[in-house]
């Protein structure tokens, strides 16, 4: 990736999408973004993060991870945010049977989305990102390993945790402070949050794409 090719990259919210552009942007030499932490959309020359589909645009990179996963880290983020939430099940229904969710989606913008991140030639997985940054990484840019894991080192969740807690009083939006934007990169949670009737909704309704991807989640 050179310092002046534009860089789309699409995400469904709650995908990774804001950690690997801030992984991006330090490993270009860019501003540091991390205290942007909810912008809907991370713009400037080189990088853009697009979570609806642009007509007529290619994006370069998908990142994607597993649909009941985004649904609960959807729910932990409308807590932070304060917003005036439904109960946490009630959530996840309203998203499992395509109800409208605000600033989220419902399973038809997910499928959509991810439809749409197909066309990029790089594809990364959200859960092989997390257990092998470097690897994922390299598929992007080259450079040298030390370069690398500085970066990695930078935004490992340890790190982004802790500067969260520095700039959290600067956030207007982030008004609750029982919670974390950065929370539970963990793979499969979905299934210490969800009820067991839930979970087999959510299976039933993303079986192609589970199936195809996390097939040891069923």
Known sequence: ???GELVLIASF?????????????DLIHKPDYYCDLVDKKILDSYIHKTERPINHQQPNIHIFRHPLDVVCSAYN?????DR????????YDVYLNNGHLDNFG????????????????IQIKYEDLLSNTSA????????????????????SLENCRKRESE?????????????????????????EKMTQTQIEKGHAV???????????SL
């Open 1 to 3: 990736m050179d310092k």
């Open 13 to 25: 919210p709650k995908s990774g999408g804001s950690w690997l552009v801030w992984m991006l942007m």
């Open 77 to 81: 983020y409308a807590l932070l945010t």
């Open 84 to 91: 005036s939430v439904v109960e946490e099940h009630l959530f």
């Open 106 to 121: 419902n399973n038809t913008t997910y499928r959509t989305q991810y439809e749409y991140g197909l066309q990029a030639p």
């Open 136 to 155: 994922q990484l390299r598929k992007i840019v080259t450079t040298d390993q030390q370069t690398l894991d500085n970066t990695i080192n930078k935004y």
């Open 167 to 191: 700039v959290k009083d600067k956030l207007s939006r982030n008004t609750n402070t029982n919670y974390t934007f950065f929370y539970k990169a963990q793979k499969y949670y979905y299934k």
């Open 206 to 216: 993303f079986s192609d794409i589970i199936k195809e991807h996390w097939p040891d």
